[in-house]
């Protein structure tokens, strides 16, 4: 089993080379919101399964779309010192589960089982190939139980994107913004939409490269998801004042400080009687390779997946 593991663990650090104004108003009217009782089939579980090389999943959460199927996030960490820059201290893979009878079939992984015995959770691991073993675990408990939580913890797709970039002068006075939107999140041709535009090639390369947004997902226990074609970004959320504002922030480590999705603030909404969400993500002020201060946002209008 620890070679496979660490196979998946290989894979997962592989995948990690590689924000605007107008009406909210969907177009894909009709789509309502999933059963927020799914809800409790929400799990987030602390582990310490050994791997070789030093390496240990240290988390498994699984978020339920509905009551057979959801997305999961596993965690690994390093535990063990190794030169800089050969790993990193944590890593994440990111997959759609399919579940039954308390089994969690992950593709490309195997199978996690979760059993409860009064206080004692048991964690049988099965990977598609390896030793099946079994662990004990501390089941975390969720912070978002109120009801717009319960409303944006699950996994969405996007109907439109709106994108906002701004230049500020050494005052931190702005320049002209530009923007636009785009039906989906189509981040290549966001990308060739810019090069119209002589200002900052960076943004125009890191568009281009994730080409797509595929996902937005959160869960109840403060991990914060887009999946991009190419990658994952994996990091953590809480609610901030006023209420429907929270923070984010990425794992910078696993980043290596190379993306224009910075660390910053959001805003959500929640429409019950359609299922649209539109979700407002602002970078912290950042800083370009030439020196120039920037600032990009997204807001994305999204139905659930």
């Known amino acids: 089993m620890k070679k496979h593991l660490l196979c998946i663990v290989a894979l997962a650090i592989s995948a990690i080379g590689f924000t605007a104004c107008s009406s909210d108003n969907d177009d894909n009217g009709g789509t309502k919101l999933p059963d927020t009782s799914t809800l409790a089939g929400a799990t987030s579980l602390e582990l310490s399964i050994p791997i070789d090389g030093g390496i240990h999943l240290s988390s498994f959460k699984a978020t339920p779309k509905t009551a057979t199927e959801g997305t999961a996030v596993l965690t690994f960490k390093r535990t063990e010192m190794m030169p800089k820059g050969y790993l990193p201290t944590e890593t994440y893979l990111v997959k759609e589960y399919t579940y039954k009878d308390g089994t969690y079939n992950i593709p490309t992984f195997g199978s996690i089982s979760v059993s409860k015995s009064g206080s ?113 970004y994996v990091g953590t959320w809480r609610w901030d004042k006023p209420a429907g504002t929270f923070t984010y922030e990425w794992n910078d480590e696993i980043l290596m400080n190379n993306t224009v999705f910075e660390n910053g603030t959001a805003t959500i909404t929640v429409d019950k009687g359609t299922g649209i969400s539109v979700l407002s993500l602002t970078g912290n002020i950042e800083q370009n390779s030439s020196g120039t201060l920037y600032e990009v946002s997204l807001k994305l209008t999204m139905q659930p997946k």
């Open 120 to 232: 004692t959770i048991s964690v049988t691991v099965a990977p598609e190939d390896g030793e099946t073993e079994t662990y004990t675990a501390k089941e975390v408990s969720a912070f978002a139980t109120d009801d717009l939580s319960k409303s944006i913890c699950r996994t969405w797709t996007i109907v439109r994107t709106q994108f906002r970039y701004v230049e500020y002068k050494e005052d931190r006075t702005q320049k002209p913004a530009i923007g636009t939107q785009f039906m989906g999140a189509n981040l290549k041709e966001m990308a060739e939409w810019l090069y119209a535009d002589p200002r900052n090639i960076d943004i125009r390369q890191e568009l281009g490269e994730k080409e797509s947004i595929e996902s937005v997902t959160f869960d109840p226990y403060g991990t914060f998801i887009i999946k991009f074609k190419y990658q994952d």
